[in-house]
């Protein structure tokens, strides 16, 4: 089939990376000339584990090509993916600017019939409102259908959640759009789930919604955990073990990140609201996610005996989860503001994201690795726990610590091991002892 995925970012470069391997003719458009130019010599502009590799071959083997030019894409495809960016507005509400224009340029550009598939994360009832737009710039007589089809993919591990999906949604109108969108997925012998547009958009915001709730919930649970002498981990494994609940996203920590989890919280709560509904316990899961930042930056103050103020604070992690360089949301962000304010000086590492946290904290320091970070540091908090990360050779650690204070905002070590070897460790939820974090709500 010949497709167009519009918008090369995280979800449109591994989508149409993964239809050209699956054989497809592809075109990638970007607005973005600058990233089309480097895509275009085969290199991708951000880090995603084996992305490059299907890029390259594919470019050589001629599926796979990237323009600018939407109307040129609209011509030569059959089936148009929509995966532009739907950031959050200040209110909460996703901005489609982007779908919209995108939207607008392709609807002048039919000479035909096309399928415009949305793929980025849109609240439900857009397709009828993007149907409704198309109608004012097609030509008189080209038929064209809309569907849904949300990205379920995470970062660091896309293009494997792309080839081995736990199911595909496909949101379709008409029998013609779902012909061809099962005729497309077929080879990936996934379920797919046909259902109405509508349904299909609201599937992506219970999805996430549903996900952050999850990691708030024991987030919670985590809270109470430490007030009570508990041990999160084990409460975590005893909940996972039934299997009406699952061990996933059940890992305490310094709270969920990135370009969906916060951006489709507030815009499922802003969407609820819209119906008249209040949904209270998505606006708690945003709330204890706030707290739980907060919560990791008062852990460091208490280390460091109440005061942040003339120490010297080494941050591991700073992609808003491990095996990506993204850094939007991520909580090293929240962290190493709040520490900056404090009037603490900050060292800093990471395996691939650093160059991204450059400009927004030019004043840090950026260590060449683990131990550089940790060099004559006061305390020692961990934001993002990258595999590398791990197993660190403690004696060398604490040897360049100036206090061996560790805080592990995603319960990556263990504390018995660490307290043995001499440190000062505290986690989330881990029945250590430290004064009782102010009131949350629950
Ligand atoms: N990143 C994820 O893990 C993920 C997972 C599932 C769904 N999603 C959703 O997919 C969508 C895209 O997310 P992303 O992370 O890939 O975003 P991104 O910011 O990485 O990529 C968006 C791309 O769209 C391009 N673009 C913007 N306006 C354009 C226009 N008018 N014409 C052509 N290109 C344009 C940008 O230059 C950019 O390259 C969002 O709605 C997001 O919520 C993201």
């Given at each position: ?153 995470s970062e660091g591990t ?50 996430n919604?549903f996900l952050a709730t999850k990691i708030s919930f024991i987030n919670s649970v985590a809270t109470i955990c430490e007030?009570?002498?508990a041990d999160i981990e084990k409460v975590a494994k005893g909940i996972g073990l039934d299997?009406?609940i699952g061990p996933a996203f059940l890992q305490a920590g310094i709270g969920y990140g990135g370009?969906c989890f916060p ?22 899961v945003?709330?204890v996610n706030?707290f739980q930042r907060?919560h990791v930056?008062?852990l ?16 591991l992690g700073?992609a808003f989860k491990p095996n990506t ?5 991520a909580p090293s ?48 908090v961990l934001v993002t726990e990258w595999e590398?990360f791990r ?16 805080i592990d905002g995603r319960n990556l070590w263990e504390p ?9 460790y505290r986690g989330i939820g881990r029945g250590t ?9 629950v």
């Amino acid at each position: 089939m010949r497709l167009a995925i519009i918008g090369t970012g995280y979800v449109g470069l591994v989508t149409a990376a993964c239809f050209a391997e699956l054989g497809h003719d592809v075109v990638g458009v970007d607005s973005d000339a600058a990233k089309i130019e480097t895509l275009r010599q085969g290199r991708v502009p951000f880090y995603e584990p084996g992305l490059e590799g299907l890029v390259t071959s594919n470019l050589s083997e001629g599926r796979l090509r990237f323009t600018t030019a939407i109307a040129e894409a609209t011509a030569d495809s059959e089936i148009l993916f929509i995966c532009v960016g739907t950031p959050p507005l200040p209110n909460g509400d996703a901005d489609l600017s982007a779908v919209e224009t995108v939207m607008r340029e392709i609807a002048s550009a039919m000479d035909g019939y096309r399928l415009i598939v949305e793929k980025s994360t849109v609240p439900v009832q857009t397709a009828r409102w993007l149907s409704e737009l198309a109608q004012q710039y097609i030509r008189p007589g080209v038929a064209f259908d809309l569907a849904s089809n949300p990205e379920f993919l995470s970062e660091g591990t896309a293009v494997r959640d792309f080839l081995k999906p736990d199911r595909v949604v496909l949101g379709c109108n008409s029998d013609r759009a779902a012909g061809l969108l099962v005729q497309l997925y077929a080879p990936l012998n996934a379920p797919l789930l046909v259902t109405d547009i509508n349904s299909a958009e609201l599937i992506k915001h219970a999805s996430n919604a549903f996900l952050a709730t999850k990691i708030s919930f024991i987030n919670s649970v985590a809270t109470i955990c430490e007030r009570t002498g508990a041990d999160i981990e084990k409460v975590a494994k005893g909940i996972g073990l039934d299997r009406r609940i699952g061990p996933a996203f059940l890992q305490a920590g310094i709270g969920y990140g990135g370009i969906c989890f916060p951006k489709d919280v507030a815009s499922f709560i802003q969407l609820a609201a819209k119906v008249d509904v209040d949904f209270g316990i998505l606006k708690a899961v945003a709330e204890v996610n706030t707290f739980q930042r907060q919560h990791v930056v008062d852990l460091v103050r208490e280390a460091l005996g109440g005061s942040l103020a003339g120490q010297t604070v080494g941050v591991l992690g700073l992609a808003f989860k491990p095996n990506t360089d993204d850094i939007r949301e991520a909580p090293s962000l929240t962290v190493i503001a709040e520490l900056l304010a404090a009037g603490a000086t900050v060292r800093a590492y990471d395996p691939v994201a650093m160059p991204h946290t450059k400009g927004i904290f030019p004043g840090i320091t950026y260590a060449d690795d683990l131990y550089a970070a940790v060099t004559g540091v006061d305390a020692l908090v961990l934001v993002t726990e990258w595999e590398a990360f791990r197993h660190p050779d403690w004696l060398r650690i604490k040897q360049l610590m100036r206090r061996p204070s560790i805080i592990d905002g995603r319960n990556l070590w263990e504390p018995s091991k660490l307290l043995h070897l001499g440190f000062e460790y505290r986690g989330i939820g881990r029945g250590t002892h430290h004064p009782a974090p102010a009131p949350v709500r629950v």
